[in-house]
């Protein structure tokens, strides 16, 4: 019983410390949207396999403060059902980028099995990031619920740099193998996303 | 050769439709509107009688569908102050009174009807709980001014 209760405050006290490093670290509403720009180039090869990230642009939409205070301006009594509302969207919003970014890694561990040029230190830092990513998403998740949408912008911007950085590492990867792999890959893919009865 | 042809062909389409049909309505929830109810419903294929005959029927599909996912996506990122402007405006603009209106679309939610196809599911989410939230808002509007539910006569913010 104290072993638990000591593992849940450390968890409690390590997820204040994210929570106040992220939050303090924060911009005032910076563009979800540019942080996507960089990657457009390394991003070709998954639009090709329909492996796109959801909109950044949606983000800077779903998670800006400026209509927090057009609700508090105009209609104070609807707050609650606004953040209701805008809570259930950002929720849904997150679990669509951890889907995506989790079949992008999936993809990127069937498109490495089979290749001889195998770099370890690009194995290493996607698989890390790929962990950073899960460890953000989650927390977010969590401090959505906790906060709402609107005071975790900064988490919000970590995660999607670290998405980003997986496009980037999986695209480059991918994107420097052969022809006859790709398709064989494709292929491959293909029959695990329609599996047969 | 054909395919810059078509290309060209597309844009042109798009222009007019823009321009003959798209300009003369009141704002964009209303060319919105427009533009889903061109759409078959059950098969999902846009049909414009002018534009097909202008071009082709083939062209003037695309040029609507296009139209219809530009316009969605203006709207999904406008701010949501902007869309209970466009919802307002859209809304007084039509003969029914605003409560009657507001009514119908809190039930039958026809906006769910207004979403392009190939939408990302995110974004017509997103798009719905703007609406509620939009239309909870006028009718918060229309509650604090009872007597000017009439039609043309919206309580002005």
Redesign the interface.
């Given at each position: 019983m104290t072993g638990t209760l000591i593992f849940l405050a450390l968890g409690l006290i390590l997820l204040g410390i994210l929570l106040a490093t992220l939050l303090l670290r924060q911009q005032p509403e910076p563009s979800l949207a540019s942080e996507s720009k960089r990657v457009d180039g390394s991003q070709a090869i998954l639009t090709a396999l329909e492996l796109n990230l959801p909109s950044r642009e949606l983000a800077d939409r779903i998670f800006a403060k400026s209509d927090l205070d057009f609700i508090l301006r105009e209609a104070p009594s609807l707050k609650h059902v606004f953040l209701r509302e805008r809570t259930s969207v950002a929720i849904r919003w997150l679990r669509a980028t951890r889907n995506c970014t989790g079949q992008i890694f999936r993809f990127y561990r069937l498109a490495v099995r089979s290749s001889p040029a195998l770099e370890f230190w690009t194995e290493l830092r996607i698989a890390r990031d790929y962990c950073e990513f899960l460890l953000l998403s989650y927390s977010l998740q969590v401090l959505i619920y906790l906060l709402g949408p609107f005071l975790v912008r900064g988490v919000v911007t970590r995660a999607f740099a670290v998405a980003d950085r997986i496009s980037i590492g999986v695209g480059q990867t991918v994107g420097a193998m052969d022809q006859s792999s790709l398709m064989r890959i494709k292929d491959d893919w293909a029959k695990q996303a329609t599996p047969s009865d | 050769m054909k395919q810059r042809a078509n290309e060209v062909s597309l844009v042109d389409a798009v222009e007019d439709l823009k321009r003959r049909t798209l300009a003369s309505l009141s704002n964009d929830m209303a060319r919105l509107v427009y533009l889903s109810s061109t759409r078959d419903y059950l098969t999902g294929r846009y049909y414009h009688d002018g534009l097909a005959f202008r071009f082709t029927g083939q062209l003037a599909e695309v040029a609507v569908g296009f139209c219809h996912h530009e316009l969605f996506e203006k709207i999904?990122?406008s701010?949501?102050?902007v869309l209970?402007r466009e919802l307002e405006v859209f809304i007084r603009s039509q003969q029914a009174r605003p409560r009657e209106v507001l009514g119908a679309w809190k039930k039958l939610q026809p906006y769910r009807m207004l979403v392009p196809q190939g939408s990302?599911?995110?974004?017509k989410?997103?798009f719905f709980?703007n609406i509620?939230?939009a239309l909870?808002?006028l009718e918060?509007?229309l509650e604090k001014t009872p007597h000017q539910d009439q039609q043309s006569a919206w309580p002005q913010?």
């Open positions: - | 999904v990122s701010q949501l102050g209970v990302d599911w995110v974004s989410e997103f709980s509620r939230i909870a808002i918060d509007r913010q």
